[in-house]
């Protein structure tokens, strides 16, 4: 199985500064066909995950643009700018380059 | 629009089966590439995936619960069911299935609470 290991585990960012979570799997997520094998959720308290990007840096329609994904291989980085009250949430990545598909174990934002 | 929504037992007792019945509405899985996942998240825990259906009936299970897990397209009545045997309390979570888009997960239902005690 491919391990997906996120870091920090928790950070508490202040309103309209950047928060960074970092992804870094075990094996690479890269394929020269189709990219990276990388999607991003949000998920708040009491709700489903939901899907911010895929491909590693596709953003899903309707989720703001303060949200981007980079990275490539076995690195990977969320980044949201500006960051708001609503998003307050635990962040997970996620690989789909091999079965069984396989999460990071969640980062928790607060605001500081 | 894609929605989902999981149907099936609040509890469970040791031992016993688990059947849960995700319904769709917006898209027909007799006519649309459809492809359905089955995943859980323990209470206060990660996401974990259990299993897939495509659109063609080619199925995928999580390879530590395979001998577990069955999964059943039932096109007639727009539903994705999933069968989970000899439920233990350690598989007590809340039981989501969702959409699959390229490989990561678009639409999902609200989930199902499911708690497995005697």
């Known amino acids: 199985d491919i391990v997906m290991t996120q870091s920090p585990e928790s950070l508490a960012v202040s309103l309209g500064e950047r928060a960074i979570i970092n992804c870094k799997s075990s094996?690479?997520?890269?394929?020269?066909?189709?990219?990276?094998?990388l999607a991003w959720y949000q998920q708040k308290q009491g709700q489903p995950p939901k899907l911010l990007i895929y491909?590693?840096?596709t953003r899903e329609s309707g989720v703001p643009d303060r949200f981007s994904g980079s990275g490539s291989g076995t690195d990977f980085t969320l980044t949201i700018s500006d960051l708001r009250a609503e998003d307050v949430a635990v962040y997970y990545c996620?690989?789909?380059?091999?079965?069984?598909?396989?999460f990071g174990q969640g980062t928790k934002l607060e605001i500081k | 629009q894609l929605t989902l929504k999981e149907s099936g037992p609040t509890l469970v007792k040791p031992t016993q089966p688990l059947t849960l019945t995700c319904s769709l509405s917006?898209?027909?899985?007799?006519?649309?590439?459809?492809?359905v996942a089955w995943l859980r998240q323990p209470p206060g825990k990660a996401l974990e995936w259990l299993a897939l259906?495509?659109?063609?009936?080619?199925?995928h299970y999580s390879p530590s619960l395979k001998n577990r897990l069955t999964l059943t397209r039932d096109s007639s009545k727009n539903q994705v069911v999933l069968t989970m045997t000899n439920m233990d309390p350690v598989d007590t979570a809340t039981y989501y299935c969702?959409?699959?888009?390229?490989?990561?997960?678009?639409?999902w239902g609200q989930g199902t609470l499911v708690t497995v005690s005697s």
């Open positions: 969702a959409h699959r888009l390229y490989g990561a997960f678009d639409s």
């Open positions: 917006g898209l027909s899985l007799s006519s649309t590439k459809v492809d």
């Open positions: 259906v495509y659109w063609d009936d080619d199925k």
């Open positions: 094996h690479s997520l890269y394929s020269s066909f189709i990219k990276n094998y």
């Open positions: 491909w590693a840096s």
């Open positions: 996620q690989q789909y380059s091999s079965y069984p598909y396989t």
